[in-house]
């Protein structure tokens, strides 16, 4: 599959954001999606996770509450929700796919900027 993030933009502390992840190839409901982000100067790091179904959802702590995943598979399409945003949320965000049977993800979208003003 092939990932295309969007919805990345600029927040004050404390706002909100919703990025989207669009996929276009066959049987995107058979994969798990990964989102990750990576700030200046830092390793990329995990955000959380989606199950192909969307029952199961994991999330890194420095978001656990804050941040929601969804997806839309008749659309083709993952969510990721931030809420309260703080400035240390400030990073390119990435969307990783890989199928539900795989452990690491071969798919990796673009990238999309989010930066949370103080």
């Known amino acids: 599959v092939q990932l295309v993030e969007s919805g990345g933009g600029l927040a004050q502390a404390g706002g909100s954001l919703r990025i989207s992840c669009a996929a276009t190839?066959?049987?995107?409901?058979?994969?798990?999606v990964g989102w990750f982000r990576q700030a200046p100067g830092k390793e990329r790091e995990f955000v959380g996770t989606?199950?192909?179904?969307?029952?199961?959802?994991n999330y890194a702590d420095s978001v656990k509450g804050r941040f929601t995943i969804s997806r839309d598979n008749a659309k083709n399409t993952v969510y990721l929700q931030m809420n309260s945003l703080k400035p240390e949320d400030t990073a390119v965000y990435y969307c990783?796919?890989?199928?539900?049977?795989?452990?690491?993800?071969?798919?990796w979208g673009q990238g999309t900027q989010v930066t949370v003003s103080s």
């Open positions: 990783a796919a890989r199928h539900w049977s795989l452990t690491n993800y071969d798919s």
């Open positions: 190839g066959r049987a995107f409901s058979t994969y798990t």
């Open positions: 989606i199950s192909w179904s969307g029952e199961n959802t």
